[in-house]
T-cell receptor
Framework: EAGVAQSPRYKIIEKRQSVAFWCNPI?????LYWYQQILGQGPKLLIQ????????DSQLPKDRFSAERLKGVDSTLKIQPAKLEDSAVYLC?????????????FGDGTRLSIL | AQSVAQPEDQVNVAEGNPLTVKCTYS??????LFWYVQYPNRGLQFLLK??????LVKGSYGFEAEFNKSQTSFHLKKPSALVSDSALYFC?????????????FGKGTKLSVKP
């Protein structure tokens, strides 16, 4: 089966600019996650979708970050305006929700550098 | 609050020797425990999970992990290391009954296997 697809792989912007990342989950996976992975740390959940509804966005900095999952498939994560501390790898993951213990499948991420 | 500790930033092993990557956790209730591996510039790949049952869990690529409830540990092991096992390893925990997205990751342990 095709894996989780993310684009772009790399992005360099200046602070205060805006940026968007795209994710296409594994076909049939209703649950989609966005994580932020800062260098030297483990991934931190930003937002979780179940179909096109938000399940958990408690750690999303809502003053600058936004995410949507229209039609319950693809998702977009946006940062506006970007700050230096947003430099990180942004990982998208998906899982099948039939039971609560299914592993999450990750894309290769988007590496964001803020100048 | 849930937490995961990976006490070693790096583990060095000679090829053919056994390896152990340590993980301890703190969670209310019964834990779901996961190990993931990350190769450079790639997303996280699922290795194995503990949900319930046998304390010794077998996973991909010859890896296994032992759940120890009294020590709140979930150490990753492999009887004979390969150079290709060199990567970053993450332990993660989710409390039983919690949101699927509420995975808490450790900071990661870099495994280096020398020929």
């Amino acid at each position: 089966e095709a894996g989780v697809a993310q684009s772009p792989r790399y992005k360099i912007i200046e602070k205060r600019q805006s940026v968007a990342f795209w994710c296409n989950p594994i076909s049939g996976h209703a649950t989609l996650y966005w994580y932020q992975q800062i260098l030297g740390q483990g991934p931190k959940l930003l937002i979780q979708f179940q179909n096109n509804g938000v399940v958990d966005d408690s750690q999303l900095p809502k003053d600058r970050f936004s995410a949507e999952r229209l039609k319950g498939v693809d998702s977009t994560l946006k940062i506006q305006p970007a700050k230096l501390e947003d430099s990180a790898v942004y990982l998208c993951a998906s899982s099948s929700p039939q039971t609560g213990n299914q592993p999450q499948h990750f894309g290769d991420g988007t590496r964001l550098s803020i100048l | 609050a849930q937490s995961v500790a990976q006490p070693e930033d790096q583990v060095n092993v000679a090829e053919g020797n056994p390896l152990t990557v340590k993980c301890t956790y703190s969670v209310s209730g019964n834990p779901y425990l996961f190990w993931y591996v990350q190769y450079p510039n790639r997303g996280l790949q699922f290795l194995l999970k503990y949900i319930t049952g046998d304390n010794l869990v077998k996973g991909s690529y010859g890896f296994e992990a032992e759940f120890n409830k009294s020590q709140t540990s979930f150490h990753l092991k492999k009887p004979s290391a390969l150079v290709s096992d060199s990567a970053l390893y993450f332990c993660a925990v989710r409390a039983y009954g919690g949101s699927q997205g509420n995975l808490i990751f450790g900071k990661g342990t870099k495994l280096s296997v020398k020929p």
